[in-house]
């Protein structure tokens, strides 16, 4: 058995996301507009004596201090490196990464071939077209994605309540793309028709003890599209984080690899799904688990393409 081998199984036991805990997890952006709600524990301040809160709040005010000074520290670093490391300089163009760590931090922009820009170019135009109930195109491909989810069914109205068995949260599937845009429908589309037993087997939660109040799959899926972007750093106009840059590495072997990574992350968000045990209120939490574990495989030495990513090999065609 090979190390390469060896190491991918032991990562598929890192499916609740315990193992690194201590990776740096500060650039996570939330959801524009969380699919679910969060719960907070309000009652763990009970029995504290007024000595205990006293104490608290000093700590408090010493570790804000001290990360507002880290912060500081971070951006004079940030400013020495793009200074020394610049593109312009001799240094910079043997050492374009020197200095900098941590998947979640802005690295110098990387060098992107003809081909990367151009693949680079049509995915940021395919993210920037929103949904439009109205445009006949975007009609079809929610019949589509239908069709693919129930084959032999009889298609629906595009208003219709037998939209919520997908995991739309009302009769009307278009007032819930908020903030993913045309993509995300694109995203599960391909999902269907690329992997279609793994797509099938998360629409109907075949897999695993389920909970009593499970996650809405479509819903999901958007949300899943819409944290791939923020974590690949595709807004601007070149990705800066370690993240953004492997992708594009992988851009440059398959034009479709953000399809495909979204395939990957679907599949590993119910893996951590299932291993937290989670309810409705926790899937938040449970895409951020995802998203660390997402960023750690794609750090890996050995990865480069999608196919080379431990968790590709939980999706079955």
């Not at 395919?126 to 032999?152: I, N, T």
Request: with cysteine.
């Amino acid at each position: 058995m090979s190390a390469r081998t060896l190491r991918r199984r032991l990562h598929h036991g890192d499916v609740d996301g315990k193992r690194e805990e201590h990776f740096d997890t500060s650039g996570y952006d939330g959801l524009s507009e969380p699919l679910l709600g969060t719960h907070e524990h309000d009652d763990m301040a009970a029995g504290l004596t007024f000595e205990d809160i006293w104490n608290a709040e000093h700590r408090r005010e010493r570790l804000q201090w001290m990360l507002i000074l880290s912060q500081l520290v971070v951006q004079w670093a940030q400013w020495l490196a793009n200074v020394v490391l610049g593109s312009g300089s001799l240094i910079g163009r043997f050492l374009p990464f020197a200095g900098q760590s941590g998947s979640s931090r802005n690295l110098l922009h990387p060098y992107l071939s003809p081909l990367q820009e151009e693949r680079l170019r049509n995915l940021q135009q395919r993210l920037g077209v929103c949904f439009d109930g109205s445009r006949v195109e975007h009609q079809d491909a929610l019949k589509q994605l239908w069709r693919l989810a129930y084959p032999g069914r009889e298609l629906p109205a595009l208003k219709s309540e037998l939209w919520k068995e997908m995991g739309w949260q009302g009769s009307d599937p278009s007032t819930d793309f908020r903030g993913g845009g045309f993509v995300s429908l694109e995203n599960l589309i391909f999902f269907a028709k690329k992997y279609p037993d793994s797509f099938q087997r998360l629409l109907h939660k075949k897999d695993g003890t389920r909970a009593e109040w499970e996650y809405p799959f479509a819903v999901a899926g958007i949300n899943i599209s819409f944290m791939l972007v923020q974590m690949l750093d595709l807004q601007t106009g070149k990705p800066s984080t370690l993240a953004g840059i492997k992708f594009v590495e992988l851009l440059a072997e398959d034009e479709m690899a953000f399809d495909n990574l979204y395939c990957v992350a679907f599949q590993m968000m119910d893996a951590q799904w299932l291993a937290k045990r989670a309810s409705y209120m926790e899937f938040n939490d449970v895409l951020k688990s995802t998203r660390m574990q997402l960023e750690r495989e794609l750090a890996l030495e050995d990865v480069y393409s999608v196919k080379d990513l431990p968790a590709y090999n939980l999706l079955t065609v």
